[in-house]
């Protein structure tokens, strides 16, 4: 890098910065005035003795409120999560797989449609053509993912068709040691996929998990059905699965894998270069949220670039505020990267302490 392109990425970092900074007050001001505010921080904010909307100043500043608890999310009344703002708005509200007893659950209005448009202007359109539909083969049901999805292909004006997958059926098949029911189950997803690929040919765009991707390329070539691009994510996303998908399962097919969950959105990939190896490093939407990689036993402390810790989860929408919440994942702490200014991680998997409490089935 050039000593002028190093100081244009410094100062683009610093304008990153910023703009996190002024977002996190914005969204302070809105989820703390009685006005606007949900009723769970509105009660929360009752019980500090000091006032977050004349206290807190920087995205930093958020760590005076302490982490969010994966509790506050499993149960209900699900409307104390609801803003004041948006107590007229039609409400949908999306669960968490569940792969960890009660499913949390996070209420939303347009959230949903705003990251994945955000998210539709890093896809390239001879991958992702405009008007071509799109196949989504993973969870449905009470899942953002589903109508994420859906928007998505028609944001880009296609239609998507849909085949459902139910982790949490295949998590109970796992933990009664039924594997060829798994097997099975897979095969009856991976059957729906195939005929509507074979009887829908504007069909060039799939999202789906890494084991069934896999899966469906055993059955059939994606390239000689038409398909372009595929959007994949889900925790078997690994470098060796990164690297085998690029050379061997998609033949030339882009290849989009991204990182996301219920409670943040979606994290974009770095584009794929030589000397990153198949790493998979994703950058958070920032300012709508952020991810930092904490030391686990000090959670407060972010670790150095390069080095391995607990991933720490920030969203900042209108709909929806949960600082610090620590995620079940961990990962390398990865630096700005030009078209991402901000941190990234690399290398996103389960976290290795909860490894043989946690149950991923075909997701």
């Not at 803003?83 to 409400?91: G, M, T």
């Not at 990251?115 to 969870?139: N, V």
């Amino acid at each position: 890098m050039s000593p002028t392109t190093e100081i244009d990425f410094k100062a683009k970092v610093t304008d990153a910065r910023a703009s996190l900074d002024a977002w996190t007050r914005e969204m302070i001001e809105w989820h703390f005035n009685p006005d606007t505010g949900a009723p769970f921080w509105l009660d929360y904010a009752a019980k500090l003795g000091w006032d977050p909307r004349r206290e807190i100043h920087s995205y930093d500043d958020l760590g005076r409120l302490g982490a969010f608890q994966d509790e506050w999310l499993r149960g209900g009344p699900v409307r104390r999560w609801v803003p004041r703002a948006y107590a007229d708005k039609p409400i949908f509200v999306f669960e968490t797989g569940g792969s960890t007893g009660v499913p949390k659950s996070r209420i939303s209005s347009e959230d949903f449609r705003i990251d994945y448009e955000a998210f539709s202007a890093t896809l390239p359109d001879d991958a992702f053509p405009k008007g071509a539909d799109w196949i989504s083969i993973g969870p449905t049901g009470p899942r953002r993912l589903r109508l994420a999805v859906e928007h998505l292909a028609q944001y880009r004006g296609g239609i998507c068709f849909m085949v459902d997958l139910d982790p949490r059926w295949v998590i109970k098949l796992v933990k009664m040691g039924q594997m060829d029911a798994v097997d099975r189950y897979k095969q009856h997803v991976i059957d729906q996929s195939l005929t509507l690929l074979r009887a829908h040919p504007n069909i060039q765009c799939i999202f789906t998990t890494p084991k069934l991707l896999e899966a469906l390329c055993e059955k059939v070539s994606l390239k000689k059905v038409g398909i372009k691009g595929v959007f994949c994510g889900g925790t078997e996303m690994t470098p060796k699965f990164h690297k085998y998908a690029v050379e061997e399962l998609l033949d030339g097919i882009y290849f989009a894998p991204t990182y996301g969950n219920t409670l943040m959105g979606l994290a974009v990939h770095k584009p794929l270069l030589r000397e990153d190896n198949y790493a998979i490093i994703y950058y958070p939407p920032s300012p709508r949220a952020m991810i930092e990689v904490v030391d686990p036993d000090q959670p407060d402390r972010v670790v150095g670039y390069g080095e391995t810790g607990r991933v720490r989860l920030t969203t900042l929408t209108r709909e929806f505020f949960m600082p610090r919440f620590l995620e079940r994942d961990e990962a390398e702490r990865e630096p700005p990267y030009e078209l991402y200014p901000w941190d990234g991680v690399r290398n996103v998997r389960p976290f290795s302490r909860f490894q043989s409490s946690v149950v991923e089935g075909v997701y």
